[in-house]
């Protein structure tokens, strides 16, 4: 792919707006533009979660049709994620790629070992820079931000290595920043709750089938259903673990709701349905690997 020699937030700003440590948003989105801009024609690899779709406007507003939208389609993305990411393309008029991209058919990825995300991301950037080159599009992005560079992503690796653009990390921009950019600019996704694939719901060893990940997704999409908004289902083989939003939690002081809820995931499969009582954070799967126990998922 083509390089680009991207300018950096005290780079872009001059004389007394040069503020390297306290950056203002609209600086941030200053350099992102000005950045993009100089790609002259991009790929974004688009999920339809608050990163990539901030990233796919922005570079829609600067290049638009040379900004293209591809989505790649597994078992491991839900249906509701994709509908999503359809709606969205369609409202700001961006061209949109469809590719399939089935995570199961790599080998050693259904073993989940610790660099699970990286076979992942490997297969995804190959197929969307694979299909960039042959459109004539310069670069493939993804939606990473300054927030990803403190956890355990083995996928970043992947993208460096088969040289996939970070414009929002080069730009310096956090998930913060880039909720309240969205915001302003009245992106439906400025308040989504954070996602990540469906096999970031197993433990590192834990087994990944097409099975699993049904059941993973049923029972998200029942919490959601019930009106949570933050959740995530950790697969532990008979048992799933239920997290949701800290201030969430105390919806399950409702013994007819705890019954409804267990019933439920009774049904999906599972013997057992449990709290858990820390709620949702993001990589939670990770702290076995921090605390220095058995390797876990994200």
């Not at 008029?93 to 259904?110: A, C, K, N, P, Y």
């Not at 310096?172 to 469906?198: M, Q, V």
């Not at 201030?247 to 705890?258: H, I, P, S, T, V």
Request: proline share 3%; net charge negative; charged share 30%.
């Amino acid at each position: 792919m083509a390089s680009y020699d991207p300018v950096r937030p005290a780079q872009f700003l001059t004389g007394d707006d040069k503020r390297a440590e306290d950056m203002e948003h609209q600086d941030k989105l200053g350099v992102l533009r000005h950045n993009i801009s100089r790609m002259q024609s991009v790929a974004v690899a688009y999920s339809g979660g608050v990163d990539s779709t901030f990233l796919l406007r922005i570079a829609h507003d600067v290049l638009q049709e040379k900004a293209v939208a591809l989505t790649a389609r597994s078992a491991t993305y839900p249906e509701r994620e994709f509908r999503q990411a359809l709606e969205f393309t369609q409202a700001i008029g961006s061209r949109h790629i469809v590719i399939d991209s089935e995570e199961l058919d790599i080998t050693g990825f259904s073993d989940n070992p610790p660099n699970r995300c990286y076979l992942c991301k490997k297969e995804l950037f190959s197929k969307t820079l694979q299909w960039a080159r042959q459109n004539g599009i310069r670069h493939v992005a993804d939606g990473s931000n300054t927030d990803d560079l403190g956890d355990y992503r083995p996928g970043t690796q992947a993208a460096k290595e088969l040289g996939v653009v970070s414009p929002l990390q080069e730009a310096g921009l956090s998930k913060e920043d880039i909720r309240i950019l969205s915001k302003e600019l009245g992106l439906p996704t400025w308040d989504k709750p954070a996602f990540a694939c469906l096999a970031s719901r197993f433990p590192y060893g834990h087994k990944i089938t097409r099975e699993y990940l049904k059941q993973v997704d049923q029972g998200e999409q029942f919490l959601l259903d019930l009106g949570f908004r933050q959740v995530r289902v950790r697969h532990h083989g008979d048992t799933a673990r239920l997290e949701v939003a800290a201030d969430e939690r105390g919806k399950f002081f409702d013994e007819a709701l705890m019954d409804r809820i267990y019933e439920k995931f009774r049904q999906i499969g599972f013997l057992y349905a449990t709290l858990d009582l820390r709620g949702y954070r993001t990589g939670s799967l990770n702290e076995a690997i921090t605390a220095g126990g058995s390797s876990e998922g994200l």
